[in-house]
């Protein structure tokens, strides 16, 4: 039975304030999939709306052949974690996860406590109190607690928000065993881009109440489709360009008096006004006495600062028109970072490059 989870047109006004605009979205059955977006993209309103918390101002919320919109929060076939583990104090972790099952009158529940205990790798924590344990081991609880009512549907709003950088590291790997293992939907808000690129099989970036782009991690990474996703998802580089012609596959482009060369394949616009892009782990420093490869799109530029980093380098430059490039080096080999001063010349692969429109006043005329 398909269950996909399909959102259309869904708006949310709160009085004059449109905080989710006519979204459109389908979150396949079975797939991890994440909602990513600054603080006040509509994300959580978003999650709320599909937990019944929040009633829709328009549109509709269906669940495989369902209808939900209408529906009562607990009739939901869904449950949230949320970054606060909302756990009951004084009942013990058993407790705490048998509650809605025993509201329910559901037998089995201590066998259904146990494989919940040991799917969150916690067997020995039955007779604790929420307070016994870490801050990873409660979210863990909260983790076991919503899965047990076996929804079709796993709503997760920041739940890592409170853990620290290591820990949260450690969650999110198990975060996705879990989601492997039991195999429900799971959708995930974050505002935290490696967060949702780690985890999630399908990355949904929101921006001002919308989704502005939406595909697999690798494919918002490589294939940005405006700046603001290109921006949001780690650092690039974007130049001021037009279209000057083409060459077989590839676009030619000039900016700031320079040429470069894209596939057509990476251009989403491929005449007039373009943002070139390149990602700055994609370019490489040529120093003086090294020859950049002739085939590769060159920037030449002073080093302005040098960021060393352990298993990387991350280097300014200033290129001649002025503007700011980020180079991140891998430090495969032993060797100092190069100085800054240095006059350098980044190059990259043409096929490593992305152009994206460049509307009449976005910028750079
Ligand atoms: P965050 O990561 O900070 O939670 P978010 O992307 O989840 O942000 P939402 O919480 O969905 O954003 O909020 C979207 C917009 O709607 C924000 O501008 C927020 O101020 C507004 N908003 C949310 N809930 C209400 C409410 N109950 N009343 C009025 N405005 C609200």
């Known amino acids: 039975m398909n269950a996909d989870l399909v959102l259309e047109n869904v708006t949310k006004r709160f009085g004059a304030m449109t905080a989710v605009d006519d979204l459109s979205v389908t979150v396949p059955q079975g797939s991890f999939f994440a909602l990513l977006g600054a603080s006040g993209c509509g994300k959580t309103t978003t999650l709320r709306m599909v937990a019944g918390l929040e009633e829709l101002t328009d549109g509709t919320i269906r669940l495989g052949d369902k209808d939900i919109t209408g529906l009562r929060a607990y009739r939901r076939p869904v449950n949230t974690v949320f970054q606060s583990y909302a756990l009951f104090p004084h009942l013990n972790i058993e407790d705490n996860i048998a509650f809605g099952l025993r509201q329910r009158g559901v037998k089995d529940v201590a066998k259904k406590v146990a494989e919940m205990l040991d799917l969150v790798q916690l067997p020995g924590f039955a007779k604790r109190k929420p307070a016994q344990l870490s801050g990873g081991q409660q979210q863990r609880i909260a983790l076991a607690r919503a899965l047990v009512n ?131 782990e994609k370019v490489r420093l040529a120093v003086p006495g090294e020859e950049a490869p002739a085939s590769h799109n060159q920037v030449r530029g002073v080093l302005t600062d040098t960021c060393y980093a352990g298993v990387s380098t991350e280097y300014l430059l200033r290129t001649p028109w002025g503007q700011e490039m980020s180079v991140f080096s891998a430090n495969a080999a032993a060797g100092e970072p190069l100085s800054p001063g240095t006059e350098v010349v980044a190059h990259w692969y043409p096929p490593h490059s992305f152009v994206l429109d460049r509307p009449a006043g976005s910028g750079d005329d």
Do not use: C
């Open 150 to 280: 076996e929804p079709q549907v796993l709503l997760l709003d920041e739940p890592l928000g409170a853990l620290d950088l290591k820990l949260r590291r450690q969650m999110q790997i198990e975060l996705k065993r879990i989601q492997t293992e039991v195999g429900i939907t799971f959708l995930h808000v974050t505002h935290d881009q490696e967060e949702a690129m780690w985890m999630a099989d399908t990355v949904a970036v929101m921006n001002n109440g919308r989704i502005e782009q939406l595909g697999a991690p690798t494919d918002i990474y490589e294939y940005p489709s405006s700046p603001f996703v290109s921006n949001f998802l780690g650092q690039s580089n974007l130049f001021a360009a037009e279209v000057s012609g083409k060459d077989g596959d590839d676009v030619l482009l000039t900016a700031h008096g320079e040429r470069f060369a894209a596939p057509v394949g990476r251009a989403r616009s491929t005449d007039g006004r373009v943002w070139l892009g390149v990602r700055p």
